[in-house]
């Protein structure tokens, strides 16, 4: 028996999901470079938002024709891949459609008949989210972010939906025996007849093609989501899971900075009594965030779930308005620079080197996060809860508590409350005045 094809098969399976499992490993290592934060509060709450955005896909159909093509394309490609299994043992072993005799014709046609009407459907879907984005060209598709690699990103994986699709209809159209059962073939039956004029020994060649290019172009697709957008695939389970369950437009404040804003209110405080034991919090080395590491590991997760899909962007008052914000860019530029201090440690065998550059100024501008007008219309939408508001006020906070940087209103503002109690320009004597005019 010749057994180098499954060896080869063998060979292939190990290097395919070996480089998946090096890539998910720094994953994980980038985005424990960022702060800890704890998100095991409300798990029972946590488990339903899990299984109602990111499986249930209840945020996704807010917008029901991308909605409804999106939910083909998940359902479909997801169910599709069970079949990846029977490949797997066939493969490895020599076997062929080793499920077939073990489930019986009946079971076994239905599911492969299920599998070929979704492959169907996502080659629908997938051409009509192709013709959106380079025909119709969507608004949102077209934003400056969205020029070059995210751009070629975004068609890349249609093409290779279309291309592993193709492959799984054609694999079953030139399987003679299979379509000689009549069992199982809604779709291929139809492309079948393309290949009539094909002799047995060909059909079984097309079909060994067919199904090593499924196979071999699975595992390329599923490496190359570490280095695409359409990494929320896999990570938008845990993104949802771990998101901000307090009410939206509820910041965190800093319990160090609270504290002396109470004793500046509080006529009778004591600013040298001791804290009660227990009550001591460490200042932090740093308010607010201006690199990557500065931000929680949840947020750095958000950065790389980020779906690009501009829902964010296309709510957002502020870029409506024409001005220099997008939501969606703020994801993108924190992934893209989380992207380099990776490739920093890579370098540099796994210590960060300075390289002078930072997410502030070098990434995102002062003038991006001032243009925030903080409604979290980009929180709302976010199909898989990703919080870019979060980021945008934690570099505000450096730049306010750190460099003295806010705009000239906001700088009166602050010096007013401190100095009058009140945001206006005036005595707290006559805060009352108005009631006499």
């Known amino acids: 028996m010749n057994y180098i094809p499954n060896i080869s098969f063998a060979i292939a399976l190990f290097i395919g999901i070996g480089f998946f499992v090096m890539n998910v490993l720094k994953l994980v290592r980038n985005i424990k470079l960022g702060k800890a934060v704890d998100r095991s509060d409300r798990k029972t709450q946590r488990w339903k938002n899990m299984a109602r955005i990111a499986l249930g896909q209840s945020k996704m159909v807010s917008r029901p024709i991308a909605g409804f093509l999106h939910v083909i394309v998940y359902v479909g490609f997801i169910i599709i891949n069970i079949e990846v299994l029977e490949i797997i043992i066939d493969g490895l072993f020599g076997t062929h459609r080793v499920f077939q005799p073990l489930l019986g014709n009946s079971i076994y046609g239905f599911l492969i008949g299920t599998f070929e009407i979704l492959a169907f459907l996502v080659l629908v879907a997938v051409i009509i989210f192709w013709l959106r984005r380079n025909i119709v060209q969507i608004k949102r598709f077209m934003s400056k972010e969205m020029k070059g690699w995210p751009k070629s990103d975004g068609n890349l994986i ?82 949802t899971f771990f998101a901000n369950l307090q009410p939206k437009g509820q910041f965190n404040n800093l319990s160090s900075v609270t504290k002396e804003v109470r004793m500046m209110m509080d006529p009778d405080a004591d600013p040298y009594a001791m804290p009660e034991e227990g009550l001591e919090e460490e200042i932090p080395e740093k308010f607010g965030a201006s690199d990557v590491t500065d931000l929680n590991w949840v947020q750095l997760l958000n950065a790389y779930t980020c779906t690009e899909c501009g829902r964010c962007t296309s709510s957002c008052p502020a870029n409506m308005t024409g001005k220099e914000l997008s939501p969606r860019a703020i994801m993108m530029k924190t992934r893209d620079r989380l992207e380099e201090v990776g490739r920093n440690i890579d370098t540099n065998k796994g210590a960060f080197k300075d390289d002078g550059k930072q997410l502030l100024n070098d990434y995102i501008t002062p003038e991006e996060l ?44 602050m010096t007013n409350i401190e100095n009058n109690g009140a945001p206006w320009q005036y005595n707290q004597q006559d805060r009352l005045n108005w009631k006499d005019e």
């Open 370 to 413: 001032w243009a925030c007008t903080s409604c979290n219309a980009c929180v709302e939408e976010c199909p898989i809860d990703i919080d870019p508001l979060s980021i945008i006020m934690d570099m505000r906070r450096f730049l306010v508590m750190e460099q003295s940087a806010a705009p000239q209103e906001l700088n009166m503002m």
């Open 158 to 239: 249609l093409y290779f939906e279309i291309v592993l699709m193709s492959l799984f209809i054609l694999m079953n159209a030139t399987d003679h025996s299979f379509q000689e059962a009549g069992f199982g073939n809604p779709i291929s039956q139809f492309v079948a007849p393309w290949f009539s004029e094909y002799s047995l020994e060909t059909l079984s060649s097309i079909e060994h093609i067919a199904w090593w290019a499924h196979i071999i172009g699975i595992l390329i697709f599923l490496n190359y989501l570490y280095y695409s957008k359409h990494l929320h695939i896999l990570l938008a389970f845990p993104n």
